[in-house]
């Protein structure tokens, strides 16, 4: 599919926004708009927030003995987040800026560990934030409500669903670097009756990066469709496609063996990157869900999704050769240039009576298949060498046509899974939950041979006590054990290519959540263990230790006043590798994981001046050892936000103004530190890191008729 033009976008926003608001002019008004609009704000208050959680469907995260939490509609819209990775700002406990999504301090697999709408999606490719709804995480192991995963949480991203009233917004802006943006979400029934529904989410936003001669770019086309088939069942069904665009920013920096970073570079300064190097990424993504409630009591679900996302990835990276900040750039389109994902799921949830307990029982099926293509002809390349005192900007090289691929790997997982919930007062619970999992991989070679595989079973389980002495306050321990698919030896070592056998990884947790007037408490403390795998001396990838992650967690979300709203927290994490064959690497601390960690978002709404907030944010990240020995740190850093909103009317016509900043005081500083194996944490201990963005402006108005 070639790239939608800003004009063709504009141009079809504005005429099927214009044909729709004329359907339906007389069945909603503009204050009415807005009564809809608080509603659903009021759903995700923090009291309210509910979350799905595999099979156990939709709970009350205050009443869940797990640590969840959720990013709500109005604080997206409030920071104007462009990508899910902005997502994660203000959650302390997670780390996902610009590599795989994880809580916690363990890494998340490719597809394991992310979602949309409960259906697993690949990771390392983008997702826009203005196609979701809202965010929901679950810290730790979840295998036994997801099937297998790697012990980093679960992070499902919401679609947005049509609305019962039509709503309609158009929204422009611009930002650093010259960019404008232009989009538009519109949402309402098709029919008289209100048994179809759409959602219509278009956005293009393009112009220069913050480095001179950097282009961005980024074009979604969302539509959702639900149907009421009878007053029991519905259909629900997405399509969306994605264009990512990003050339000339600064490439990713590696260090070689002994080596240490450096103070951080001004990102934006030219010759960090190459204007020619790199993503430029299409995802088209389709699924569907059947939802049926038979009694009342008893909900089933049925859901599949179908994934296609094609890179064309050409970053640099710029590997220091001494620590006076001379390095070597290279070039790699080895990677894969397109995922498939076919996913699916299946849930039946339902309540029954024993005697004296009270059974919340749920039961289900979810797996699926992952493809990787790999370009035929893609290659790592020297491009020469520089230094951070004297960038250098080299000749571009011969690409690969990244359309001729070879199928490189599969990988296949189902897990059945069943659980239930005993209450055996109002004050006391126990949940038991449990999958047996199939799980599956093979890579190829370019010739079409097997070059290795893997298959095997097992059961995930976990048990929770809760207590709840009185109403507003839930405390519980969890104890957790999971199965995941074993790493894949990286290029390099002997074995390469090579998958090992699925880890075992343990958890426990106790924790609390209080309901204290509008603002939800929570705090959660756990343990988390691990096999760790990594190229040792004698050249081959093998598992070689144990990863132990112990750690503290605080969370508070809600109105702390009628006009203050606040969003945030802190996690202390003792990130630990044991049992190693080395003495230099035993008790160590694992490479690119800090031991503090907290974001603050709040808002206020000024008093003085009606339909107005003024809203800032700040994020801690503390000092990261760059290598298994920990005889090299990377210094902490904070970044501060701010910005502010106006809600008036123009033209009869409900119109917000808003302005961010992101940075703002422009700290430089390394971020997405891990090692070089790209394995989770099971490299051979040289990190690499990206630089954090500059300060970034964003200006919009949006209208809403």
């Not at 003995?65 to 462009?82: N, R």
């Not at 049509?162 to 917004?169: C, D, F, Y």
């Not at 009878?230 to 496609?241: C, G, K, M, R």
């Amino acid at each position: 599919m070639k790239p939608l033009t800003f004009y063709t976008l504009s141009t079809l926003s504005l005429t099927i926004f214009t044909a729709l608001h004329h359907a339906h002019a007389e069945q909603s008004a503009p204050d009415e708009t807005l009564v809809v609009s608080a509603a659903a704000d009021n759903t995700h208050s923090p009291i309210n927030k509910k979350a799905t959680l595999g099979n156990l469907g939709q709970q009350e995260v205050r009443n869940t003995p797990w640590s969840v939490q959720t990013v709500a509609p109005a604080l997206m819209k409030q920071q104007q987040l462009k990508s899910v990775s902005d997502l994660y700002r203000y959650m302390p406990s997670v780390q996902g800026d610009g590599a795989r999504p994880q809580t916690r301090g363990m890494q998340g697999s490719v597809v394991q560990n992310s979602m949309i709408d409960g259906l697993n999606v690949v990771s390392t490719t983008d997702y826009a934030a203005e196609q979701f709804d809202h965010l929901e995480v679950l810290n730790g192991l979840a295998g036994s409500l997801y099937g297998p995963s790697n012990p980093a949480g679960l992070f499902n991203f919401v679609a947005k669903r049509g609305t019962h009233l039509p709503q309609h917004s158009v929204t422009v802006g611009a930002g650093t670097g010259t960019s404008r943006l232009l989009s538009g979400d519109f949402s309402g029934p098709l029919d008289d009756n209100d048994r179809l529904r759409y959602r219509l989410n278009m956005l293009d936003d393009e112009g220069n990066g913050y480095v001179s001669g950097s282009k961005k770019r980024r074009q979604l086309f969302s539509l959702a469709v639900d149907a009421n088939l009878s007053d029991q069942t519905v259909l629900e069904t997405n399509f969306s496609y994605y264009h990512f665009y990003d050339k000339g920013l600064p490439g990713k920096f590696a260090l070689g063996n002994g080596l240490s970073f450096p103070a951080a570079p001004d990102p934006k300064r030219a010759g960090l990157g190459q204007y020619y190097a790199g993503d430029n990424n299409h995802t088209l993504t389709a699924s569907a869900h059947l939802k049926h409630d038979f009694d009342g009591n008893w909900q089933g679900e049925i859901g599949v999704l179908r994934q296609i996302a094609d890179r064309e990835s050409t970053g640099v990276t710029n590997t220091f050769t001494d620590n006076a900040g001379h390095y070597t750039t290279t070039t790699s389109s080895a990677t894969a240039s397109r995922f498939t994902i076919n996913s699916y799921m299946a849930n039946l949830n339902g309540e029954v009576d024993t005697g004296w307990l009270h059974h919340q029982i749920s039961t289900g099926l979810r797996g699926f298949v992952w493809k990787n293509m790999n370009p035929l002809n893609g290659a790592t390349q020297t491009l020469g060498s520089a230094s951070l005192a004297n960038p250098a900007t080299f000749g571009e090289p011969d690409y690969p046509d990244f359309t001729q691929r070879y199928h490189s790997a599969t990988a296949t997982q189902h897990a059945f899974l069943l659980s239930d919930n005993l209450a055996f007062n109002p004050q006391w619970s126990l949940l038991l939950a449990g999958s047996e999992s199939l799980l599956s991989s093979a890579n190829y070679a370019k010739t079409g041979a097997r070059t290795s595989e893997s298959s095997d079973n097992g059961f995930s389980g976990s048990a929770s006590l809760m207590f709840k002495p009185v109403d507003p306050l839930t405390l519980y321990v969890s104890y957790a054990d999971s199965l995941q698919q074993g790493d894949t030896a990286p290029s390099g070592a002997n074995n390469a290519g090579n998958i090992l056998a699925p880890y075992r990884s343990k958890q426990i947790e106790a924790g609390s959540k209080l309901a204290l007037g509008d603002v939800l408490l929570t705090a959660a403390v756990f343990q988390i263990k691990r096999p760790f795998a990594y190229t040792g001396q004698d050249g081959n990838y093998a598992q070689a230790g144990e990863q132990r992650n112990r750690g503290i967690e605080l969370m508070a979300d809600g109105d702390v006043t009628q006009n203050v709203h606040l969003y945030g927290g802190m996690t202390w994490l003792d990130p630990r590798l044991l049992s190693t064959a080395s003495e230099a690497t035993q008790n160590k601390q694992i490479v690119g994981l800090p031991r503090y960690a907290a974001s603050v978002f709040a808002a206020w709404d000024l008093p003085v001046l009606v339909g107005s907030d003024i809203h800032g944010g700040i994020h801690y990240v503390g000092r990261r050892a760059t290598d298994n020995a920990n005889e090299s740190w990377v210094g902490s850093y904070t970044t501060l936000d701010a910005g502010a909103a106006y809600h008036t009317q123009l033209f009869n016509t409900a119109t917000t103004f808003r302005f961010d900043i992101t940075n703002l005081t422009n700290r430089h500083y390394w971020t997405n530190i891990v090692p070089g194996g790209l394995n989770g944490y099971s490299g051979a201990g040289y990190a690499s890191a990206q630089l954090g963005e500059p300060r970034m402006m964003q200006v919009s108005m949006q209208l809403d008729f």
